[in-house]
């Protein structure tokens, strides 16, 4: 059984040796249980994965005009942190910590930068956006994302209203990632819901790791793609995209309708939410589909979500039970698994080789 020594809490909770876990992870396990079910281990995370990270947590087209604001929540297991994010009187982009203090001293500010439309904010970052970005703008460019919410890209005309829901999960905020980021399961997890509208054979569906993240292509089933009146593609239906920490980020054809981002919050060690924001891009009620195939989409999609919900609490479960210290993957299917494992492992390692 593993112990673990966390560094910088102030509590322990017995011991961790680094060179082990470095061996287990070499072999193409997973990690080890205590990761998902530690509380010391949560807050770890707090400090050396999510108070350093970038969240996203706007687009510029909300902000258009001085005064404009819009407010948010940034959060580990052990913080929260109310955001504002607001547009200046010189227009420029502006952040703070959402809470008064005494008269004279103003709010707190925070660091903010933007990219291609998109709004990230970060507690206490170590690296500047571009960094933390990795190799996600070559990807999305490489896939022909639109940029949509990018500077002469948005309309101007149009008045981008965000949809947001928020879904809670009983397991770490780890095992709902993994499960995510790969395909292994759908088959059988999913075989009504996403599996009925995408291909899910190894054939079709693609998935690889990238610098800070890694991505999914697929194809609509043909049967679906009939009733959409779709023939020969040039270029997949489906795109996903994950970008370290807990970013998700769609492309693809369904993006022409609606584009937005998710993103993993951790609810403590044993729970998170996944909070999905959207918006309806311009044209798209003149292009969208079919009352009755709308209406299968996204019930299809909803389906699929509780499906990993459901799969993830089992996962934590089992977890918890004390019975399960780590596996193995699979070579190819659950390789950005083993990408998660890695940047969870590189993040946390500083903290036991001290």
């Known amino acids: 059984m593993l112990d673990v020594t966390v560094q910088g ?58 005064g404009d604001y819009l407010t948010t929540v940034i959060a580990g297991t052990g913080f929260s942190v109310p955001v504002l994010i607001l547009r200046d009187e010189e227009l420029n982009l502006r ?22 439309g998109f709004i990230f904010v970060s507690i206490a970052p170590k690296t500047g956006l571009k960094e933390a970005l990795g190799e996600l703008p070559a990807v999305l460019e490489e896939e022909g994302y639109a940029f949509p ?24 905020w780890k095992v709902l990632l993994e499960n995510t980021v790969e395909c292994y399961h759908c088959p059988t997890t999913h075989t009504h819901s996403f599996s009925a509208l995408y291909k899910v054979d190894p054939e079709h569906y693609e998935h690889r790791e990238f610098d800070r993240g890694a991505y999914h292509t697929t194809w609509y089933q043909d049967e679906f793609a009939s009733r959409l009146g779709l023939g020969d593609r040039a270029e997949p239906d489906y795109r996903f995209n994950w970008l370290w ?35 309806a891009m311009p044209g798209a009620e003149a292009n969208s589909l079919s009352a009755e195939v709308e209406e299968e989409y996204v019930e299809a999609l909803r389906l699929t979500g509780q499906e990993d919900r459901e799969v993830s609490a089992r996962v934590q479960r089992g977890l918890r039970s004390g019975m399960y210290t780590y596996g193995y993957t699979l070579q190819e299917s659950e390789r950005n698994m083993r990408h998660v494992y890695k940047m969870v492992w590189d993040a946390l390692s500083p903290a036991f080789r001290a």
């Open 245 to 279: 920490p807990n970013m998700f980020m769609g492309g693809g054809r369904r993006a022409r309708l609606r584009s937005g981002w998710s993103r993993l919050v951790p609810a403590g060690v044993h729970n998170c939410i996944h909070v999905s924001t959207r918006f």
């Open 9 to 66: 809490t102030g509590r322990v909770a017995g011991r961790i040796d680094p060179d082990e876990i470095d061996r287990i992870l070499a072999g193409g396990a997973t990690l080890p249980a205590p990761f998902y079910t530690d509380p010391d281990l949560a807050l770890l995370e707090d400090e050396l994965i999510f108070r350093p990270s970038w969240q996203i947590v706007g687009i510029e087209p909300e902000l258009r005009n001085s």
């Open 95 to 116: 952040a703070y910590v959402n809470v008064r203090r005494r008269q004279g001293l103003g709010l707190e500010p925070l660091p903010l930068e933007s990219w291609q």
């Open 149 to 172: 919410f990018a500077a002469g890209n948005a309309d101007d005309s149009f008045e981008y209203k965000r949809v947001v829901v928020e879904s809670p999960c009983a397991s770490n």
